[in-house]
């Protein structure tokens, strides 16, 4: 049984800093690439960033590139999203999902991510 648990929600004030970590549990961890997306309440959900199996490669989204750190510790499971400068439009459910590496890409679409975690909530005041 696959799984991916979130953890690290919360409320923060306007410029600070949150760190997301995201536990799999029931795949080979080291040949899935990551992401973690966010959604709000009406609005679609989005990416937010993504990383290679290897942690070679990279994507952030415009909205976050320069505050958003993703990363990711094979030996451990799991993967991270360090969330430097929040601004109240972060607030969000942050999921993080899996896809198996099929190619040198990185892949940003939600259909393109075949296992997702419950989700953890980031609420930002200002």
């Known amino acids: 049984q696959v799984q991916l648990v979130e953890s690290g929600g919360g409320l923060v004030q306007a410029g600070g800093s949150l760190r997301l970590s995201c536990a799999a549990s029931?795949?080979?961890?080291?040949?899935?690439?990551m992401g973690w997306f966010r959604q709000t309440p009406g609005k679609e959900r989005e990416i937010v960033a993504a990383i290679k199996w290897s942690g070679g490669s990279t994507y952030y989204a415009d909205s976050v590139k320069g505050r958003f750190t993703i990363s990711r510790d094979n030996a451990k499971n799991t993967v991270y999203l360090q969330m430097n400068s929040l601004k109240p439009e972060d607030t969000a459910v942050y999921s993080c999902a899996a896809a198996l590496a099929r190619s040198s890409y990185i892949r940003t679409g939600i259909k393109d991510y075949e296992y997702w975690g419950q989700g953890t909530q980031v609420t930002v005041s200002s």
């Open positions: 029931g795949i080979t961890f080291s040949i899935y690439d």
